[in-house]
């Protein structure tokens, strides 16, 4: 549960903000940004001014909204009349969400709210949930820790002669009995994921999600994870699953096979090792996320790897890692062009993985927390290959 | 598999609707849209002029979408400088669907198209949608026997004492072995489900979603479907899920008990069996949606129970249902304000429900298509509560 003092405290980093870029207030209409500062999911939008106190209306359910919310003023959404009047005069310039605000919401609060100017705070927005606070770190270790606990069930079910599906079933079973809610966030307005990959011949394949895997999915409609290919000796099975508890994300990667791998394959995952022990006694504050990847590309390039690093030859992905928090793909990337530096409290998931076109997909995925002493691993399991 | 004639015939009709609208082209960002009239899901942009032929420009994985697309002008998507000169100088107003496209999506294709207007085109793309092909029928009643398959095992996992979340688990355990895809698509901005409903004592809750349940779930973050309440005897147990099987949802709900319901449960239930039946009696071409929607209120309202209808009193959702394909909210809306007649081929998702506070909730919802004879049964299982 949101305590009302670290609400506060999410309030007032927005509101520097805000002041920072000479925006008078904000208007949230994203369900999960409105939960972050607000406790509550509830269908509403949340209005921040840079000086004073939040407003949250609500939609629907009001009722439930009232229980969650940690907002002093929680009430029910106006009429499109009252609805201006609600707002200060003195606003004239109001950030928005403009990354996941579909145009005809913008639309609709544009003409309800006439002269205002709406800008767009959507790299502020991410920038502030980026860096997690002491409860949320927490969170995100016991997600980690019941995570881990559903991978280490895994040599007990995985059988040669199994479908694809029929391990992300098992595995998802477990998944949900330890409490896993399921429905997995991202902010990208075309991606999405059920959960995780569970793949082994079928990993290979290049697909639309931005990852360096895939998988082949169940049909052309759902072109990812499991698909009906079954798991057969020697070949690598990877297993890539997100794990949500109370909302808060850890992504992990681990590698199973039946029998043994080809020596070329055994090769390619101690490099994806070598990358993520690089990134993971690096994962300082004031590290800067592009030079970061280019460290990890330079890896797999003396390894003689580099066209099979993070995806199909041809179809690389261009990052190592990204932000995980309330959803999937948060700040920061550590990727070309993020010049940024880590923060202390980032939450970056560091994810090497190598496609050998014919002979499968190996790779390591462990979410981590930006400390000074390096990265904090809080998806806490051994990195091994696990031959069953 | 989508075919080429059936991807001519969709085109076809959308550039009718284009014509018809004044509208010289279509740009469609949206990953369902773009594979209803393509056949790939790969991350894409498709462009349709009002007349000539269409244009798939491909993102991710090109290589993917080559043996998936059957737009015989499927490309890499072009770099910004080349993007403009591939539009024909006489596309001078574009359609777009602002229902779903993010701000920033919208102004980056803005400003690659200077000079060119931006119209809505959502209402029309979701009105071509919800008419269903002979092929998209096929595979409904697909989803629907694989649906049922589950439906029909539940009378042997169900036990007194199990968590909601137990409830859930297994059944999507099952559902997932017989091919379900997972992920459930919804248009509208602020809507998300997992995959369904496993409610019992926490059914009653009121929630952000757009249904007569939302159930509690298990955190304020992820407040719908199972809770870890524990199913108790004589308290009803609503299973209400969605099977996706080849992109195609259907939805449906189904009423078990450990032990016996209380009479004003059976009572309400029954009215909800008779609520169904007359709307499917009546679910013909040229039916008016709020007119189906006003009956059915009106049958709630003889039986006492208008307080109770579509949700918890004070908390009543608005319509009675929803149509259903290849997203879970489709159109046509059995509501208030829905005044188009009802189309040969249209899908339906009816979902006649009671909460009673204190007691619990019942109701049924099955999968139509709307046809000459009335609603066609797509997911063809027993209506009954089942007693274990």
Known sequence: MLTRTESEQRIARLQDGLKEKGVDAALFIYPIDIYYFSGTRQNSVLFVPAEGKPRLMVRKSYFRAQGESVIDDTRPFPSSKEFPSLFPPQVKR???????????????????????????????????????????????????????????????????GMRELDLAAEFEYRLRKA?????????????????????????GNPGFFDGAVTGRGLSNASPH?????????????????????????????????VGRLAPELERAFATSLQIQQHLAENLKPGAVCEELFAQAAGIAESAGLARNFMGAPGENAKFVGHGVGLELDEFPVLAQGFKSPLQEGQTVAIEPKFVLPGLGVVGIENTFAVAREGGVKLTDLADDIVCV
């Open 94 to 160: 109001i950030g928005f969400t403009f990354d996941v605000a579909p145009v005809q919401q913008y639309q609709y609060y544009a003409r309800l709210l006439p002269g205002v100017e709406f800008v767009d705070i959507s790299s502020l927005n991410r920038e502030l949930r980026s860096v997690k606070s002491k409860l949320e770190l927490e969170r995100m270790r016991e997600s980690g820790t019941r995570l881990c606990g559903v991978f280490k069930e895994i040599p007990g079910f995985l059988k040669e």
């Open 179 to 203: 409490g896993g809610e399921g429905y997995v966030r991202m902010r990208a307005y075309n991606q999405e994921l059920f959960q995780g990959l569970a793949v082994s011949s079928g990993a």
């Open 225 to 257: 994870g499991a698909s009906t290919d079954t798991i057969q000796a020697n070949v690598p099975v990877l297993v890539d699953y997100t794990g949500v508890f109370n909302g808060y994300i850890v992504d992990m990667t681990r590698m199973f096979v």
